[in-house]
């Protein structure tokens, strides 16, 4: 599931999404004056612990990054400078850590808002896609950068496991660290533009896309929870989230049809089973010769059919809910049923093969039922987790514009 994506906008969405960004009375870029129950403990007082200046751009090198859709690129207004920054934020078991992101930060006269991006999967063996070594392989170096060129700071965790945390284990669609990493860096670039004087205004837009919307959607309510006055959410826009887990992990378990994201699911569980010290062997989830072979390798190749990868123990563990244990993990990262109070589009492929459509109907169904009324199912008809980027990209940009 890894995906590299926000590179190439066709043209006529671009001349939709320029439409709406520079139409009168819709630009978020008006000047303006200036919970989860783990990781437990206390967010740290102070983030910031260094930056570091990658480069600046023009707006023309900016633009000449998506050369086949010039109207995209004609969106450019501003030269960007790139930094990494490097913040404290606490790892699952509680512990202070080092970790990193970047900041794109636009040379513009006036106060601008602030994206939290979250990037979607990056494998352990795919380092340097992560948004602080700003490669032409990041999600950042395209549409994002041309974004921020339009007028927003964007600020875009590389997560715990890359960047200046490498040497740990990222943990994996865990709901808990994934928002307070995000939500530290957040901490950590209004720090930076405190410090070195960039005019940034109240509004914080929060993005991603797969492991990023699942990101998105948990940051999205620990900021509603932990940082309601500090950082206020403006609006939300996650895009294809397994948000959930409790159910998707069933909807697995239950299938017979091939099932091509299975290896990232092996990565999903040994996330939780470290986090939440389950310490189950690989012969409790998997079947041999998976089982010895994840045991050296646990990104290797593994079947498509639940059946043939997982013990019929298990399956019927997750399925009749039996294992204590197990359950409560899955359901500590089920962020599908929760109250926003700030607008919240969600974004999914009606045929989605990766993540299933159905949570994102969760979420809004439970959402609404809860009394939220400032969100939004947004399907995109007939869109697979991949195909469905394109359009996520360019109607999260313009629902986001509307604040």
Known sequence: MTISFLRRLPAVGALWLSTVLLAPGCNSNTPEPAAPETPAATPPATTLTGSTLLGEYTPAQLAARVPDIPLVGSLARYSVRVYRLTYTTRNPDGQLVTASGALLVPVAPAALPVISYQHGTIRPDDENRAPS????????????????????????????????????????????SLASASADMLRAAREFCKKESVSVNQKNFLLGYSEGGYATMALHKYLEEKYASELPVTASAPGAGAYHKSEFAKYIMRSTQPLNFLSTYVWVLDTYNRVYQLNRPYSFYY?????????????????????????????????????????????????YDWKPKAPVALFHGTADDYVPYFNSQDAYAAMRARGATQVELRPIQGGNHFSSVTSYTLQAFAFISQF
């Open 133 to 176: 070594y700003y490669s032409q392989s990041s999600e950042l170096w395209s549409a994002v950068s041309v974004l921020a060129a339009t007028g927003y700071v964007v600020s875009a965790p590389d997560y715990i496991g890359y960047g200046a945390s490498k040497a740990l284990p990222h943990p994996y669609e865990h709901a808990a």
């Open 287 to 335: 079947q041999e010769p998976y089982a010895t072979q994840l045991q050296t390798n646990a990104f290797g190749e593994v079947p498509a059919q639940a059946s043939q990868l997982f013990t019929a123990g298990f399956r019927q563990q997750v399925l009749n809910d039996t294992d204590v244990a197990l359950t409560a993990s899955l359901r500590d990262n089920d962020i």
